[in-house]
């Protein structure tokens, strides 16, 4: 199975305020988990990623949370600003040893962030 | 990082007719695909450009609608052939290299309106 399943749909927080989204994913050979930020009109940019030996990375004011045994990730955006306010995707890919498969990414559905001021 | 450009930035084009467009990445990558995203919703991998030989399709993409060609490790092309109103879509390209820090970075799309 090869979806990734993204909630919530749209998320409205105060400036301050911490943003949380959530992803699962089904297929345990997903080794590569990044969130991309996209603006209206512009490609989706890489924000942050982490691969599942790891359960924790923070960079700046976002952080990826991990958990292998529940096929979950979530992004936590802390100090929300009204500059967040974008549309935000989680995606999974197989990085391993190559193959076919290798760097395609399966995207959430997406979560529109608004951060009101 | 990869910067990725793409032509044209947008088009509205005739249904039965077919629009070229083209990926230019400024440093080699190993990888390049081809997504497709209907305002509003995710993105949806189209294909995988290889360099050199066939493009690989997702399931519901075929070759003779979505023809892709990737002459080199920087440069890719998508057709989108024999139009309809639903292949109205922003049509992307990503690019990246694979390796210890492979990152997969996105052009800015190309908005296609077909009447």
């Known amino acids: 199975q090869q979806q990734v399943k993204q909630s919530p749909q749209s998320l409205i927080v105060q400036k301050g305020g911490i943003s949380i989204i959530n992803c699962a994913y089904e297929n345990t050979a997903f080794d590569y988990f990044p969130w991309y930020q996209q603006f209206p009109g512009k490609g989706p940019a890489l924000l942050i990623a982490i691969r599942p030996d790891v359960s924790e990375k923070k960079e700046g004011r976002f952080t990826i949370s991990f958990n292998k045994s529940a096929k979950q990730f979530s992004l936590h955006i802390m100090d929300s600003q009204p500059g967040d306010s974008a549309t935000y995707f989680c995606?999974?890919?197989?990085?391993?040893?190559?193959?076919?498969?290798?760097?395609?990414?399966?995207f959430g559905q997406g979560t529109i962030l608004t951060v009101h001021p | 990082s990869a910067v990725i450009s793409q032509k044209p930035s947008r088009d509205i084009c005739q249904r039965g007719t077919s629009l070229t467009i083209q990926c230019q990445v400024d440093?080699?990558?190993?990888?390049m695909f081809w997504y497709r995203q209907q305002p509003g919703q995710s993105l949806t991998l189209i294909a995988t450009a290889n360099q050199g030989s066939e493009a690989t399709y997702e399931s519901g993409f075929v070759i003779d609608k979505f023809p892709i060609s990737r002459p080199n490790l920087t440069f890719s092309t998508l057709t989108v052939s024999n139009m309809s109103p639903e292949d109205s879509s922003i049509y992307l390209c990503s690019a990246g290299t694979s390796g210890s820090t492979d990152t997969q970075y996105f052009g800015p799309g190309t908005r296609l309106t077909v009447l």
């Open positions: 995606a999974a890919s197989i990085r391993g040893a190559g193959g076919t498969s290798y760097g395609k990414l399966t």
């Open positions: 440093s080699q990558v190993t990888m």
